[in-house]
């Protein structure tokens, strides 16, 4: 991503399995570490424990494999699995699924790349990890949370905003930008994706009224929460002077 203003319609292609790779070895040396990991709360998943997140991120990696291979899907790790037998399930799974990632850019390979690495990014507060200062994920996740905003501004019937970060400057929407919002990019990313509240949204740099755009950052599976405990890690949208 350059600083350069882009449009997204899709996630950029290249780096999608050494992207998705990053996130599996990562999790793994995040929840090893701490003996006690499977039962942490992940705050940004309610009703979650680290347990769940990685059994979704399994269950997810598992059915695009079946979709790809064309096999009849292996017996699942069952619901009292521990984190060794799915973190073991994930390894042997991700060859194919890395294949497939490997092919043309498309959305469903960047989503499944956006999934992953929000996953992360949820899984490092939950343990108290800092976010990463960069990561081969970072590019193809925020374009397929670029695009999707794109289509909640056009059901909104919104005009263009411009999206800037540490990354670069995406633009969400048809037409000249009416607005640009920036930030960090830890808080840019977690407010497209339903993991900021409206006031920490609003306390991004906007150079008009956000009042306008705020319902649009609730799309797809994404709501904007009533409530999130202040972030203490670097990048925060609390910590005002990381910017």
């Not at 990991?37 to 059915?63: I, M, N, S, Y």
Request: hydrophobic letters at 40%; aromatic letters at 6%.
């Amino acid at each position: 991503m350059t600083s350069t203003q882009t449009r997204s319609p899709g996630p950029p292609g290249g780096g999608a399995p050494a992207a998705y790779r990053r996130v599996r070895e990562t999790t793994e040396a995040l929840v090893t570490a701490d003996p006690d990991a499977a039962t942490v709360q992940v705050e940004h998943c309610p009703g979650w424990t680290v347990r769940d997140l990685v059994a979704h991120l399994v269950e997810v990696c598992a059915r695009v494999h079946d979709r790809v291979t064309g096999l009849p899907p292996a017996p699942a790790p069952g619901p009292r699995a521990g984190l060794p037998e799915l973190l073991a399930r994930w390894a042997e799974l991700s060859g194919p699924v890395e294949e497939f990632l490997a092919g043309p850019a498309s959305m469903d390979r960047g989503i499944l790349v956006m999934d992953a690495f929000t996953h992360e990014l949820d899984l490092r507060r939950a343990l108290g990890a800092a976010p990463p200062e960069d990561h081969p994920a970072l590019p193809v996740a925020i374009h397929v949370l670029v695009t999707g905003l794109t289509a909640s501004l056009a059901g909104h019937g919104l005009p263009a905003l411009a999206v800037r970060s540490g990354h670069g400057l995406l633009v969400a929407g048809t037409g000249e930008p009416a607005a640009t919002v920036s930030g960090h990019w830890y808080d840019v990313y977690l407010s497209l994706a339903g993991r900021r509240t409206e006031a920490q949204i609003r306390s991004l740099r906007w150079s008009e009224d956000p009042r306008r755009w705020l319902p649009a950052f609730t799309w797809g599976p994404f709501r904007v929460p009533e409530a999130v405990a202040v972030d203490g890690t670097p990048g925060s949208a609390a910590l005002d002077g990381v910017r």
